[in-house]
C-alpha cells in the first residue's frame, strides 16, 4: 500500500527568545515570568515556556517596566518618555501619560497598595505617580545622577511611606512623601554604584550592596551605617528571605541571600553578617571557599522570592547570559531552568527514550538539552569553546556526541542513576575523543547500535574525516566510572577545503562527505580494511559549496544541498545527477527524507522549510516562521515531527497535521452540507430571523446577502419585513452584519441591499450606539470610501438620464427640421400613421407650444402681423449662434405624407431651406 503523501505541518512548540537583557520580575505566585524582551516586554509561562503575553507599542521601545504586587497591571517606560498602564491579564492598555522625565528612565517601582508608582530617570529625579487618580503626587529632587534603584519603604501602618532612591553618585536619599519633595533622609559610604536596597524586618533598618563588593546595613533614624559586610565580589542583588523558607542551627535571623559577579548564591545571617551557606549555579563547579575570586559561573543579575501554594517557597535567580534559574527553599535544589536567550542556533537533535529531549548547540560553550514538554533545559558543560555540531546514534536514544572550536568530540549520556548526594544523575559526560587539528565542523553516528559497527564518523576544517570506535562505551545500565578516551580507527584527508557535512548509508557501509570544494564524494568504510576509508566515486555539478549531505532511506541515492540554492539527487551507482530541486533563494544548508522517503525537507539560509516529492521534484509545502538562515533541521524516531533552529535564536518544533486537516475538511464539508439545507428550508418557510442569524454566526457574507435579497422580494416596496428582522438582531449580531455590509458594498452589483440594510441599521440605532460595538470602528473606512464612489456613480447616471430627457423633449415633431429626422425617405412613410402624427401637431400647437420664436398655426391675425413686422424689421440676417425654425403646416405635412415619392430614387425633404442648402455644399466648403 503506498503512503499517503503529507502535506501540512503545524508548529507544535515555538521557544523564541524572551529575554534579552533589562528588566524580569516573577508574578507572587511564581506562575509566570515577565521580561524584557528587545523593544518589548513578554508573559512566559513558567511551567512551559510558552509565550503568554506580549506588551509592545511599534516604534516606542520598552526602556523598563515593573508588575504590580496584585498582578492587576503592568506600567511600562519608553524610550519617547511615555509610561503606559497595561491590564496584566489580557494586555489590554489601560493609559498613556507623559513622564516629563527629560531622558529615559531606567528604573520604576510600584508600592505594595497598588496605588503609587515611582519613575527614576536619567534627569537625576524621582516622579511618583498615583495610577488610581491619575495624576504626578511628587517631583522629588537630590539626587546628583542617574537613577540606578528606586523603593518604596512602609513598615507598618503608623509608618510615613517613604521612597529611597540610589543614584551614580553612590548615595541613597529617602523623601517621606507626606512632608516634602525634599530628601530627609541621606546615606553615604558606598564607593560605587549601588545596585539593591532591602528592607530588615526591623522598620528602621535598610540594606544595600553595591558593586564595590560591600554589603552596608543603615540605621534609618540615624543616618549612619551600622556595620558593613565584605563580599570579595561585585554584587547586583539581594533579597530578605521569608520567615520559614531558610533555617539554620549555627546563626540566627533574619537570612538574605546574594548574587553577583561569581555566578554563585549565598545565604547571610544579618546579625553576625556571616555566610550560613552557599550554592553555585553551574553545576561542573564545585563550592569552594579557598579562592574568594574563584569564578563558580555566570554572574547573577536578579533575585526574587515566590510564595506558590503548590511549591512552596521558591528562589528565583537571573544569570548574565540570559537564563532563569528556579531553586526551592530551604534546600536550595535546582527545580527548573529557563532560557530566555538561545543566540545563534548552530544545531539541534532528538535524544532520549521516545525523543522526549532536544540537544541544542548554541554558539556557546555549554550543550543544552530541553525537556520537550515543559522546556526545562538542562546544561551540558565541558568543551572549553563554542559547540558547532551534535550527532545521535538512532537505536541508542540515551548517548549522543557533541563537536566544538575546541578541536573535541564528547559523548553524552543520559541515566536516571542515583548520586551519593540523593540526587539523580541525568545527562554527563561518558567519552572524549580528540585529535583532530582544528574545529569540528560535523558528526555522523552510525545506524547499528553496538557490534563492529558502532563508530561515531567526525569531519573537521583541518579537512580531514575521522572514524572512532564506540565499542568501549558502556550502553544500557551500565555504570560510567571513569570517562572514556575514544581512539580513532582511520584518518582521511577527504577534501581540499573546509567539510561541511558527514553522514553514514543506512547500513553504514559507505560515507558521504560535502565540502566546500563544490563537490560531494563517497567512500566505502571498512575498519578492517587498511586505510579504513576508499574513495568509491565523486559527485560533480553544485556550482558552490555543498553544505549537506543526506542518504535515502529506501533507495540507492544521495542528496546534497548547495550554496547554489539547488538539491540534487544522485545515484551512487554510477554517480550521475538523477534529478534538479529547484526553488530555494538561498543556500540549501539541512535535508532530511520523510515518509519512508518519498518526501525531502530542506531548510536555506533564507529562512525558508520547503518539503518535496522525490518522485516529481516539485515543492509541496513552504513553511516560513524563521526569519534567519536555518542551520538546525532533525527529524523525530517516528517521522512525524522535526525541529528546526535559526540564527534569530528560536526552536520550533513541528508536527505533521494532514491526517487532521484532513478530517476537519471532512467535517466541514458535511456541516457545510447540512447548514445549507438548513438554510434552505429556512427561507423556504420565510423563518427570516432565524436564516439571517445563521448565516451570521457561520460567518457567511454572501449567504447573508441572499437572505437580505430573499426578504427584500417579500411584501410591498417599503421593506417592513426587512426592517423588522433587522430590528430583532442582537448587538454582537449588527456588528457582524455592518462587517458584512462593508464587503457587500464593495460590489457595485451589491451596493442598493448593503446600503438599505445600511440606512434601516442607522435608523435603529444611533452612530453612538454602533461605533461601540467591536469590529464596527474598523469597517467604517471601507463604507465611507465606497460609498462615496456609489454616489458619484448614481450622480453621474442621474445626468445622463436628465441629458436623455432633455432629448426626448427636443425630439418632439414640430418643425420640418424634426421631420426629417424620422421621414428622410419614402421606404419609412408606409409605416407612419398620418392621423396619429396630425393629432398630435394640432395638440401641441393648441397648447401653445413655440420653440426659438416659431408661430403658433393658432394665433390670431394680429399676431400673424406682428409676428411679420417683427421678421420684417430684423431683416434676413439670423442672429450670430441661434435659428430660427420654419413655421410648419399640418396640411401641407398631411398631403406630403399621402402623396409619397414620385420615383423609389427620389427622397421626401421637409428639411428647412438652410439644412437643404448645406447638404448641398460640398463638405469642404461647409463652415464649422
Known amino acids: 500500500m503506498p503512503l499517503q503523501p503529507r502535506t501540512s505541518y503545524a508548529v507544535r512548540k515555538k521557544l523564541r527568545p524572551f529575554y534579552t537583557g533589562g528588566n524580569v520580575e516573577w508574578d507572587t505566585e511564581g506562575s509566570y515570568v515577565v521580561a524584557q524582551s528587545g523593544d518589548a516586554v513578554t508573559k512566559v509561562s513558567q511551567a512551559t515556556g510558552d509565550e503568554c503575553g506580549r506588551f509592545q507599542v511599534e516604534e516606542d521601545p520598552v526602556t523598563t517596566f515593573v508588575l504590580s504586587p496584585e498582578r492587576e497591571f503592568i506600567v511600562t517606560a519608553h524610550k519617547s518618555g511615555l509610561l503606559r498602564q497595561w491590564k496584566y491579564s489580557d494586555g489590554e492598555q489601560l493609559r498613556v501619560w507623559k513622564s516629563f522625565h527629560t531622558g529615559p528612565i531606567p528604573v520604576l517601582a510600584c508600592e505594595f497598595t497598588s496605588t503609587l508608582v515611582a519613575s527614576g530617570g536619567s534627569d537625576w529625579r524621582v516622579k511618583v505617580w498615583d495610577v488610581v487618580r491619575n495624576y504626578c503626587t511628587h517631583n522629588l529632587k537630590g539626587c546628583r545622577g542617574v537613577v540606578s534603584v528606586v523603593m518604596f519603604h512602609k513598615p507598618d501602618e503608623n509608618s510615613p511611606i517613604r521612597v529611597f532612591a540610589a543614584s551614580t553618585d553612590n548615595s541613597i536619599l529617602g523623601w517621606n512623601l ?331 557501509a559507505l560515507l558521504a562527505t560535502g565540502s566546500l570544494d563544490h563537490t560531494a564524494k563517497l567512500w566505502s568504510v571498512n575498519e578492517n580494511h587498511k586505510s579504513g576509508f576508499k574513495l568509491r566515486g565523486v559527485f560533480r555539478g553544485h556550482r558552490r559549496g555543498v553544505w549537506t549531505t543526506e542518504f535515502s532511506p529506501v533507495d540507492q541515492v544521495l542528496a546534497t544541498g548547495s550554496t547554489d540554492s539547488t538539491i540534487r539527487l544522485w545515484s551512487i551507482a554510477d554517480f550521475s545527477c538523477l534529478k534538479t530541486f529547484e526553488g530555494h533563494g538561498s543556500s540549501v544548508v539541512r535535508l532530511a527524507f520523510i515518509n519512508g522517503g518519498t518526501q525531502l525537507l530542506s531548510a536555506s539560509a533564507d529562512g525558508m522549510i520547503k518539503m518535496w516529492s522525490v518522485k516529481t521534484a516539485l515543492c509541496s509545502l513552504t513553511l516560513d516562521e524563521h526569519e534567519d538562515k536555518i542551520w538546525a533541521l532533525d527529524v523525530n524516531e517516528s517521522g512525524t515531527e522535526f525541529v528546526t533552529g535559526s540564527t534569530d535564536a528560536t526552536l520550533i518544533l513541528w508536527k505533521d497535521d494532514t491526517e487532521e486537516k484532513m478530517e476537519k475538511q471532512a467535517t466541514e464539508k458535511n456541516l457545510r452540507i447540512e447548514q445549507e439545507q438548513l438554510l434552505a428550508n429556512l427561507l423556504l418557510d420565510e423563518k427570516w430571523l432565524k436564516a439571517l442569524g445563521l448565516t451570521l454566526t457561520l460567518e457567511q457574507p454572501f449567504k447573508a446577502l441572499t437572505v437580505i435579497r430573499a426578504i427584500m422580494n417579500t411584501g410591498s416596496g417599503e421593506f417592513t419585513e426587512l426592517r423588522e428582522t433587522l430590528g430583532k438582531l442582537k448587538d454582537d449580531q449588527i456588528a457582524v452584519l455592518i462587517r458584512f455590509v462593508s464587503v457587500w458594498n464593495t460590489n457595485a452589483k451589491n451596493y442598493f441591499p448593503a446600503q438599505l440594510t445600511l440606512n434601516i441599521l442607522l435608523k435603529q440605532r444611533t452612530i453612538e450606539e454602533l461605533i461601540k460595538l467591536p469590529t464596527v470602528a474598523k469597517a467604517l473606512p471601507g463604507l465611507i470610501t465606497y460609498s462615496k464612489k456609489h454616489k458619484a456613480r448614481l450622480e453621474r447616471l442621474r445626468q445622463a438620464s436628465s441629458f436623455i430627457r432633455f432629448i426626448h423633449e427636443s425630439v418632439k415633431v414640430t418643425a420640418g427640421d424634426d421631420v426629417s429626422i424620422l421621414f428622410n425617405r419614402g421606404k419609412f412613410l408606409d409605416h407612419m400613421d398620418v392621423e396619429a402624427v396630425k393629432e398630435e401637431l394640432e395638440s401641441d400647437t393648441e397648447s401653445g407650444v413655440v420653440e426659438n420664436g416659431d408661430e403658433s398655426a393658432a394665433a390670431s391675425d394680429s399676431d400673424e402681423s406682428e409676428a411679420g413686422s417683427d421678421a420684417g424689421s430684423s431683416g434676413d440676417e439670423e442672429p450670430k449662434g441661434s435659428r430660427k425654425k420654419e413655421s410648419f403646416n399640418v396640411e401641407d405635412l398631411e398631403g406630403n405624407l399621402e402623396a409619397g415619392p414620385d420615383s423609389e430614387d427620389e427622397e421626401v425633404n421637409v428639411a428647412p431651406k438652410w439644412k437643404q442648402q448645406r447638404r448641398s455644399q460640398p463638405i469642404r466648403d461647409r463652415g464649422t
Open 178 to 508: 507626606k512632608t516634602s519633595s525634599d530628601p530627609e533622609i541621606t546615606l553615604e559610604g558606598h564607593i560605587s554604584t549601588v545596585t539593591a536596597i532591602e528592607a530588615a524586618p526591623d522598620p528602621d533598618i535598610l540594606v544595600s550592596c553595591s558593586r564595590d563588593g560591600i554589603i552596608r546595613v543603615w540605621k534609618i533614624s540615624e543616618q549612619k551605617a551600622l556595620k558593613a559586610i565584605a563580599a570579595m565580589e561585585s554584587l547586583e542583588a539581594l533579597k530578605f528571605l521569608p520567615p520559614g523558607s531558610f533555617e539554620s542551627t549555627k546563626l540566627r535571623k533574619p537570612f538574605f541571600v546574594t548574587g553577583g559577579s561569581r555566578g554563585s548564591l549565598r545565604v547571610w545571617s544579618l546579625p553576625a553578617g556571616k555566610i550560613v551557606g552557599r550554592q553555585s549555579i553551574s553545576a561542573s563547579q564545585n563550592e569552594s571557599e579557598d579562592l574568594p575570586s574563584q569564578q563558580e559561573g555566570p554572574g547573577i543579575l536578579r533575585l526574587q522570592v515566590t510564595n506558590s501554594p503548590d511549591a512552596g517557597y521558591e528562589l528565583q535567580a537571573v544569570t548574565v547570559d540570559h537564563n532563569l534559574l528556579t531553586y526551592d527553599l530551604p534546600g536550595f535544589d535546582l527545580r527548573g531552568r529557563l532560557v530566555g536567550y538561545n543566540d545563534e542556533i548552530l544545531d539541534a537533535r532528538y535524544v532520549g527514550k521516545k525523543d522526549q529531549f532536544v540537544a541544542v548547540a548554541s554558539n556557546a560553550t555549554i550543550v543544552k538539552v530541553y525537556d520537550v514538554e515543559s522546556t526545562s533545559c538542562d546544561f551540558l558543560e565541558g568543551h572549553t569553546d563554542s559547540v558547532i555540531c551534535l550527532g545521535r546514534w538512532a537505536k541508542i536514544p540515551n548517548l549522543f556526541a557533541s563537536g566544538s572550536k575546541d578541536k573535541s568530540v564528547l559523548v553524552w549520556k543520559y541515566s536516571n542513576e542515583e548520586m551519593p548526594d540523593g540526587g539523580r544523575r541525568k545527562w554527563f559526560k561518558c567519552a572524549e575523543a580528540t585529535g583532530h587539528t582544528a574545529s569540528v565542523s560535523a558528526l555522523c553516528c552510525s545506524h547499528g547500535a553496538g557490534g563492529d559497527r558502532f563508530w561515531l564518523a567526525s569531519a573537521s576544517e583541518d579537512n580531514t574525516i575521522k572514524l572512532w570506535s564506540m565499542k568501549e562505551v558502556p550502553l544500557g545500565k551500565q555504570k560510567v566510572k571513569n570517562v572514556v578516551t575514544l581512539t580513532a580507527l582511520h584518518t582521511e584527508i577527504a577534501h581540499d577545503k573546509t567539510i561541511n557535512s558527514v553522514c553514514f548509508s543506512p547500513n553504514d
